[in-house]
């Protein structure tokens, strides 16, 4: 069965010192078993494929997100993450499995199954479980490989739809 890993907005904005206040995450922690997640998967044959949410940069959206801005450096990958190959996809919803360019990959690819890191565990990387398990793919979440900065609320609320999905962590 072909695995695809699914590196999720690993992007300056969110993992960088100048970032916003409210993506506090553990930047070193969470790369360094990002970047090991990465040399395992490629290392066990598994496509590499890296996803960036970007917002269309417009004067609304800097006042309202200020992030993820379309031709930002902000938008860019960041520079800590390790790069194993030439799969980059943009998104600009929080499923990836919305960008077609990317579902077309997958099925080109003969892609089964997905392994699923990034950020924010309960944001994008709940909806694109989500998404990939409505579209018939077999998904596991690297719990090692995810963070969130999530109120425990909303993280308790999509950790039950991924319960009541079947999503497996693993």
Not at 10 to 36: C, H, I
Not at 48 to 65: A, D, E, G
Not at 99 to 124: I, N
Request: charged residues 25%; proline residues 3%.
């Amino acid at each position: 069965m072909n695995t695809a890993l699914l590196v999720i907005d690993m992007q300056n904005d969110y993992l960088w010192p100048a970032r916003k206040p409210r993506f506090a995450y553990d930047t070193e922690a969470l790369v360094a078993s990002v970047n090991g997640i990465i040399r395992r998967d490629a290392e066990q044959g598994c496509e590499i494929v890296y996803i960036r949410h970007i917002i269309q940069n417009l004067p609304t959206n800097r006042l309202l997100f200020g992030f993820s801005l379309a031709g930002t450096e902000g938008a860019e990958l960041y520079g800590g993450l390790e790069i194993a190959g030439e799969n980059h996809f943009d998104k600009h919803f929080g499923d990836a499995l919305t960008t077609a360019a990317l579902r077309e990959w997958l099925e080109k690819h003969g892609v089964e199954r997905l392994h699923l890191c990034g950020l924010d565990q309960y944001g994008c990387v709940t909806a694109t479980a989500l998404g990939a398990k409505k579209r018939g793919y077999e998904v596991a979440i690297l719990r090692d490989g995810t963070a969130t900065v999530m109120p425990p609320k909303r993280a308790a609320n999509a950790q039950k739809k991924l319960d009541e999905a079947g999503i497996e962590f693993i």
